[in-house]
């Protein structure tokens, strides 16, 4: 017969029965095979349930310490993403920015103005536990955010979920990664709205987005009634967003940054703002460089993209605001603008004729449309 078969590496053996000592008090041992080899660990309590309980306690935080069973097949996904997010952290690759970019897809919004309806990681699949994970399970979430046109979150949450679930199988919590088995994301339908159409909407968009800021009503938002007046920066933002930049993009532009007497009016994207949590200063800083290595970039301005910084411009003179930073669009205090703070309004102004608009939506068209001139 061969001989014992070996214990699995980070397992305990069976802990021996306490035993009462000479000093009255109650002493109890385990073994614990590392892949180093095994050895002792024992515990005194005053009466046999106490040094149970001890060596117990001291099991579980052994096993912690050496990262044994962090994940299991009992951890929640909302924790299982919580250990992705301290990884991230401490990776040199992801930038502050990048982290949050995840954060903000996996947690709700302790913001109060924010919707907390709004689909997360957390309140839409947080609870399930690794085990019941499944491919089919995973699957039919992110087919239910497709099918309410949610189609870049579904993209999202699927990345995430690849990262979080690959941390499980290193864990040993499971043995393949189910995001691998779900579905892929089909392209679009030849009846959505292609390029062209985008285009031949981006007037009638722009349109609507100064009649929100004149305080008239638009499909599924209300006119202005009460309270401070709507802030017409945003008809400004938006034009530059249509001018092939990201929002964060356009907070962080700076005004050396700009040439408006050029032959072609251009902007130099250098950089983009990132949120700064747990740094005890908050809020936002500028990051003195765009979100990707493609990110430097010279943009040609389209005329109305043009036109909305000579505004933007005309009235930092006028109202004579506080800029130390020196951006086009600061906030009233003088601090960097927040860019969530605009998706509210931007998600007024659009209304339900428009609700199909990102900021994204009409940046390619409008950027070849400028580029093909100064050929």
Request: hydrophobic residues 35%.
């Amino acid at each position: 017969m061969g001989g014992r078969i070996p214990k699995p590496v980070g397992t305990f053996g069976v802990p021996t029965k306490p035993k009462k000592q000479k000093n009255g008090r109650w002493r109890t041992t385990v073994r614990f095979y590392g892949a180093a080899g095994s050895h002792q660990i024992e515990r005194l309590g005053l009466s046999a349930d106490d040094a149970a309980n001890r060596l117990a306690e001291a099991m579980r935080d052994y096993r912690e310490q050496l990262g044994y069973q962090r994940i299991t097949r009992s951890t929640k996904l909302i924790e299982l993403a919580a250990e992705l997010i301290t990884e991230l952290e401490a990776d040199d690759a992801y930038t502050a920015g990048n982290v949050e970019d995840y954060r903000r897809e996996i947690y709700v919004s302790s913001d109060k103005r924010a919707d907390p309806k709004t689909i997360k990681i957390e309140n839409s699949i947080g609870n399930l536990q690794v085990w019941q994970a499944t491919a089919g399970e995973l699957d039919r979430h992110l087919e239910r955010l497709v099918a309410m046109g949610l189609r870049r979150k579904a993209k999202q949450h699927k990345i995430i979920l690849q990262a979080m679930m690959q941390i499980a199988v290193r864990h040993g919590a499971v043995e393949t990664n189910p995001v691998d088995g779900v579905s892929s994301f089909t392209r679009r339908s030849t009846r959505a709205r292609g390029k062209a159409g985008d285009q031949d909407a981006l007037p009638g968009f722009r349109a609507q987005v100064r009649a929100w800021a004149s305080g008239e009503a638009v499909p599924g938002t209300p006119a202005y009634t009460s309270g401070p007046p709507r802030d017409w920066s945003v008809v400004w933002v938006t034009d530059l967003i249509c001018g092939t930049l990201r929002p964060h993009e356009v907070f962080a532009v700076l005004l050396e940054e700009i040439d408006l007497d050029a032959t072609i009016p251009y902007v130099d994207v250098t950089g983009t703002l990132v949120e700064v949590k747990g740094s005890g200063t908050g809020g936002w800083m500028r990051q003195p460089f765009p979100k990707s290595a493609n990110g430097w970039r010279r943009i040609l301005l389209p005329e109305h993209s043009a036109q909305a910084c000579r505004e933007a411009l005309k009235d930092l003179e006028v109202t004579g605001q506080p800029n130390p930073h020196g951006v086009l669009f600061p906030a009233r205090n003088g601090s960097l603008r927040n860019p969530n703070n605009f998706g509210r309004s931007w998600r007024a102004a659009r209304g339900e004729n428009y609700s199909w608009v990102t900021p994204r939506t009409f940046r390619r068209g409008v950027g070849t449309a400028v580029v093909q001139p100064g050929h």
